[in-house]
Every structure is written in C-alpha cells, then in structure tokens.
C-alpha cells in the first residue's frame, strides 16, 4: 500500500511538473515549483554538502523515494554518472527543452549539496527508456558533458553515433 501511494504521489508531482514545463510561457511556475520542491527535499532529508565528488552521488539519491530508481552507474575522478528510471510524463515527446526545465529540482539539489548536475540522456528522446546524468563538484569544469537539450540528433539513421542509444 505504501509502495503504491509512493508511487501515485510521485507520477501526480511528475505530470504536474510536465504540464508546467511543456509551456514555455509558464516555465516560470516550473521553475519556482521544481526549486521549492527541492530546497524543501533538502531540508526534510537533511542532505548536506558533498567532500568529495563521490558524495554528490549518494546525496543526490536520498532526495528520491528509492535509491533503485536512480542507480549510480560510474564514480570516476570528478565525475558521476547516473541513471534515471522513474518513469516520465515526457518520455518519447522529444520535448527535451521541458525535460530540462524538469530537471531543475535536481539541479538545486546538487547546488545545495556543493555540486552541479547534467542529463546527458533524456527519456524524453524517442527510444530512450531512461535518462543518464552528469555531476560534478561546482567550480569543475563541465563544458566536456554536452547536455541532452542541446544535442542534434540525426533521426534518420545516417549517423547512428549522434543519436542516443536506445534501450
């Protein structure tokens, strides 16, 4: 029972969200909420700030209901890369620009935590069953990880290395 209000409670705070990001002329309301959202998940879970870059991994994943949604795929020298499998109302829309402005509660919460945050891979692209992201201590450079809104993507199957890998 609880497992499924958990559940419930998350996908109704995810559509609520999308319904906000996918209207760049309420990106403002996503903002304010996905931010306040976030200062409040830091708060309520007493997550501080990272020593190191591989705290922000283990911080980042206590603001979610379960560390299993969101595995830590690699720790490497100032990186982290994780994933995503909380299923997203945006996922196969293409809209990556509302993904990014979704994504704003796990930016605060790695500004919180000492750090910033990427996603590389969105659900949002078609094919793509989960996100993969990007964290790194703030003051690191990140200019090397090309998040996923900005990326081209050939959708005709002519450069198959520009397009994201489907799962």
Sequence with gaps: MRKRLIRWSMQ????TLAFFARRPRLAWISGLLTRTLARATVRTKGIGRARGAGDLGTLWQRSFPSAKQVPIETVSGNTVIAQIHTPCPLRGSGDLHACHRMMEFDR???RRAGGRFVVLESQATPGVAYCRVAMRLA????????PAHLRKYDT???DSAARPRSR
């Design 12 to 15: 109704t705070v995810l559509g």
């Design 139 to 146: 003051g690191e450079p990140m200019d090397d990880l090309v």
């Design 156 to 158: 005709s199957g002519a």
């Design 108 to 110: 605060e919460v790695l």
